[in-house]
């Protein structure tokens, strides 16, 4: 059954692929900047364009859960959504508050945009991923309370599901552990110590509950299979995360002046952070395996089974890679650690986001599923925007191994410029791979668009 207020979901999920395609743009722009260090300066410098393609990564993906949220709740709960109003309020509040960052961090240097927005009175700016003026920071906080208001208020008056459960553990644990963004100690120890409880317990932690809970709440409308099948698996995938993540913490105070203890505790519990994502790729497939119809979104359901796979292999195989201390050792900070990111989050939070707006969309417009010319252009992006991003792991596994070695094995290691230079043609060709990327992302975009037999719902 599909709920009035669910519509509310529309603009986030809208924003959220406008906000993802200013993400590539930039991204493109850097590995532009890595080979042709003066392209667009001073226009846009390096760590300028840098920060716009992070923070703009967040705050889409925080769009895309926010609208999967209004989307999922009121059908889980079967009831109609608290407070609809709120929800679009919050949605221009938030839209105008991020726009507004990006256009500061463009327009203003940012010592002076520190100025300008109360740095002096609570110093919260500077760190990597979380620099957001003060101004923004209470914005994304306002908003966020708001929003689980809305949310909670329809799961405590409607029926309460375990992904209803799930998915409300894992925003809460979002807004909770965004408040350590605020804590910036001048001792750069407990600064670093204290920012991973942002970032890690974030993508590796909570995120991993949310996650879990929209794809299983898609997997449930594309199978048939039974919900308590779906839920059971659910609970291992979020205990395994939990015990996994929360200590596995540690292996990022290997370098940072933490005591020695965590590169045994970081190294054995990150081991095992690639155990959920194994189970979450086993899930998927054993589920559509098992499905009792089929569904006319074919799209959505390859997306969801891209999910756990890139999830897997991102998070999973590609952490693994340099998670233990011996090793992490030689690769911290090296392009390795970036061919692990790209992955780990297209993997696991951009394909989910994507499959939810795949599965959600096509309904809120009126039909069960997007026409077979717009699935076929839709699965054409799945497959452009996914091999792209496998390229453009290997080219950085590969820039990085070669940078270790030239940069930090060798018996005459090169400086750190000099060690670039040799390995720019992975850079070349990761920026190839960027814009067959993008291709794929405007595929995507121009897939609902597509005319053709739509199937009603």
């Not at 329809?154 to 309460?160: C, M």
């Not at 317990?201 to 308590?228: C, H, P, Y």
């Not at 979450?280 to 891209?306: D, Y």
């Not at 925007?385 to 094995?409: E, N, P, S």
Request: net charge neutral; proline share 4%; hydrophobic share 55%.
């Amino acid at each position: 059954m599909q709920y009035k207020s669910q519509a509310v979901a529309t603009p986030y999920f809208i924003a959220a692929i406008g906000l993802f395609a200013g993400q590539i743009l930039f991204g493109i722009v850097l590995g532009l900047q890595y080979v042709l260090g003066d392209f667009l300066f001073p226009a846009i410098p390096f760590n300028i364009a840098r920060m716009v393609h992070t923070n703009l990564l967040i705050v889409w993906l925080l769009f895309g859960f926010m609208g999967a949220a209004y989307y999922m709740i009121p059908e889980e709960s079967e009831t109609e959504l608290f407070s609809p109003k709120l929800a679009i309020a919050l949605f221009w509040i938030f839209l105008v508050a991020g726009a507004l960052t990006i256009v500061g961090y463009l327009a203003v240097p940012y010592a002076t945009l520190a100025q300008l927005t109360g740095n002096d009175l609570l110093a919260t700016m500077g760190r990597e991923f979380l620099e957001q003026p003060l101004p923004t920071k209470l914005g994304i906080v306002v908003v966020a309370l708001a929003f689980l208001f809305n949310i909670t208020m329809t799961v405590l008056k409607g029926r309460k599901t375990s992904i209803s459960i799930v998915m409300l553990l894992g925003l809460w644990g979002l807004a909770v552990f965004f408040l350590f963004s605020f804590y910036n100690p001048a001792n750069i120890v407990l600064d670093k110590f204290f920012w991973w409880w942002v970032v890690h317990l974030w993508v590796e932690g909570v995120w991993e509950l949310i996650l879990g809970a929209m794809l299983s709440f898609v997997l449930i409308k594309v199978t048939g299979v039974d919900r308590e099948v779906i839920e059971k698996w659910l609970y291992v995938i979020v205990t395994m995360t939990l015990i996994s993540g929360i200590i596995g913490t540690g292996h990022h105070f290997y370098w940072i002046g933490a005591p020695e203890y965590w590169q045994w505790w970081g190294s054995i519990f990150s081991a095992l952070e690639p155990i959920p994502f194994f189970a979450l790729t086993v899930f998927a497939f054993n589920m559509v395996n098992r499905r009792r119809r089929e569904h006319p979104n074919k799209a959505a359901v390859l997306w969801a089974l891209g999910t756990g796979v890139m999830s897997f292999l991102g998070a999973g195989v590609w952490g693994f890679l340099h998670t233990l201390a011996p090793v992490n050792y030689y690769t911290h900070g090296t392009q390795i650690t970036a061919a692990h990111g790209h992955m780990a989050f297209y993997g696991a939070y951009v394909m989910v986001v994507l499959t939810m707006i795949s599965y959600a969309m096509p309904i809120l417009r009126g039909r069960a599923a997007n026409s077979n010319k717009a699935q076929v252009l839709e699965m054409w992006s799945f497959w452009l925007m996914t091999v792209a991003m496998v390229f453009i792991t290997l080219f950085l596994t590969a820039a990085g191994i070669l940078q270790v070695w030239l940069q930090r094995v060798s018996e005459s290691p090169l400086p750190f410029m000099v060690a670039q230079d040799q390995i720019s043609l992975f850079y070349w060709l990761r920026e190839g791979s960027g814009v067959v990327f993008l291709i794929g992302l405007l595929c995507y975009i121009a897939s609902f668009f597509v005319r053709g037999e739509e199937k009603t719902a």
